[in-house]
């Protein structure tokens, strides 16, 4: 999927590990669009929440990163918009299903809990993976 375009953002406790993932999307062929924060410096979640939202909606990216210490909160207010599915992913196999069964179009990391190596590989996963459609389909178009 190559030149295919990643929305990403993150808070405070993401950053660095958003930052590792600009780098490896940018080598892996992805166009990244960094929708901040840009430091580490204490910010809202939500505001980067509702960023991504809005470029998911706009269709300006068709998937997108978000990450928060946990993953749970950013998740939590991306999915007040009815454009996002965002999965919080743990693992490959999160990913994998997110995408699979759930046709996820954003992916949550907790920024405190996995590991750069660990993000990239559920990252890889949930880019890389496509919806299966059948009988998840009328699933997903029921919370749509």
Not at 65 to 81: D, H, Q, V
């Amino acid at each position: 999927m190559q030149n295919k375009i990643v929305a990403i953002a993150s808070d405070h406790a993401g950053f660095s590990l958003k930052q590792s993932l600009i780098e490896y999307l940018h080598d892996s062929g992805y166009i990244p669009i960094d929708l901040g924060t840009n430091s580490e410096e204490s910010v809202d979640y939500p505001v980067y929440a509702l960023e991504m939202a809005q470029v998911i909606e706009s269709r300006e990216a068709e998937l997108g990163i978000l990450i928060c210490g946990t993953g749970i909160g950013i998740s939590i207010a991306a999915n007040r918009n009815i454009c996002v599915r965002a999965a919080l992913c743990r693992d490959d196999e999160d990913a994998d299903m997110a995408r699979k069964h759930n046709d996820a179009n954003v992916v949550a990391l907790a920024g405190r809990r996995v590991t750069p190596s660990q993000a990239k590989s559920i990252v890889s996963v949930f880019l890389n993976t496509d919806f299966e459609g059948g009988r998840h389909a009328r699933r997903v178009e029921q919370i749509s």
